[in-house]
């Protein structure tokens, strides 16, 4: 069977098992969930060998360092996202959630929240996306149809072999969570292509990725974004505060999207500050690139090109600018920004109103790190993505950004 087929007949699959999980009540698909997570639990072990099969891939093909970690599962980590269900559990279930009024026609409308259908997914090297996405999707009543990278394909296998037996337990259609295995690029397009199987495609994933969906996909699109994420040291920044939250947002993780790539600095504090944020940053080994001003204060620092300002680098590298006033710093970000995440570190609180109402992203902060832009940290349990759009939904999409809505109309013989 050629590619195209085989994805087609996996999304096949799940169109025919939306019906199982869409009609379930909210107590058998919580049931469903903590039987995923006791088998995660329980099947630790061949999950981890799994994983291990796939670390070893990757290094041997040079995958940077960060980007291993970001791989990389082992029992403190299937815990968390055994966890994390037990989070998703916890929420309110919005399916048959909604709103009645009547009208003078005499009908009566009932608007509720309905499960998208079949949500497909594809993403790359992190493999807690595919319990994620499956727990989120399963909780809304859609099923999934997973197509994760190569880096992980032997993790994200084993994952779903769980959880499909979890739904065989628990009186669910095994195909309500389905995973393409061939990881070529015309498995990706194939996914793309399936309009009327598919109801709607969410890339997670570097620019190249979500761009090819964006722009290829005859599926509709939820753009989740990339991550060149912001934080600008005002003139009236605590240096104490700034110098935490700097350290917390890169060094981290910094292989995740809600890491910073650019630390902007006032003029005022550049002298002062740069040292210290390259003192702080050196015991993690991050490479600098900065402006003339910031290389004439940071020896041995490498010059900041317009590219190292607009990259991603999920890595120990950090682009670096002094600015001169709040204006330049917001103009910088709306610049080069991805429209993800982006913080100030400031004792003004009218700099901070500004900068929260000038800057067009989707998570601004006030003295808080970037690393906080999480469904589980907004307390939506696990997240199937952060949104960077302005359509249906924006930032990260908990249970609601899974469900439309639905209009249930009644009346007793009423006619226009």
Known sequence: MDIQNEVRALCENAKRATRSIALASETK??????????????????????????????????VAKAMLDRLMINDARIK???????????????????????RPSGITLRRVRVPL?????????????????????????????????????????????????????CGFDSSAVELITSTSRESATALMSMRGLVDVLIPRGGKGLIRACVENSKVPVIETGAGNCHLYVDESADLDK?????????????????????????????????????SAFDEYKVDFRGCERTCAILDGISLATDEDFETEYDDYIVAVKVVDTLDEAIEHINRYSTGHSEAIVTENMSCAERFQSEIDSVAVYVNASTRFTDGGEFGFGAEIGIS????????????????????????????R
């Open 29 to 62: 698909k919580n049931a469903l969930l903590a039987r995923i997570a006791e088998l995660l639990l329980e099947n630790s072990e061949s999950i981890i060998k799994a994983n291990a099969e796939d670390l070893l891939k990757a290094e041997e093909n040079g």
């Open 80 to 102: 968390g996202i055994a966890d994390s269900l037990g989070s998703v559990i916890a929420l309110d279930d919005p399916i048959g959630k909604g709103d009645v009024w009547s």
């Open 117 to 169: 259908g079949v949500v497909g997914i594809i993403y790359e090297a992190r493999p807690n996306v595919t319990v994620d996405s499956a727990a989120l999707c399963l909780k809304t009543g859609n099923a999934v149809v997973l197509r994760g990278g190569k880096e992980a394909i032997n993790t994200n296998k084993e994952f779903v072999r769980v959880i499909k037996q979890a739904l065989s337990e």
């Open 242 to 278: 700034a110098l935490k939250i700097a350290v917390n947002a890169k060094c981290s993780r910094p292989s995740v999207c809600n890491a910073i790539e650019t630390v902007l600095v006032h003029s005022t504090l550049a002298k002062s500050f740069l040292p210290l944020l390259k």
């Open 388 to 415: 960077t759009q302005k359509l249906h939904v924006r930032g990260p999409m908990g249970l609601y950004a899974l469900t439309t809505e639905k209009y249930l109309i009644n009346g007793n013989g009423s006619v």
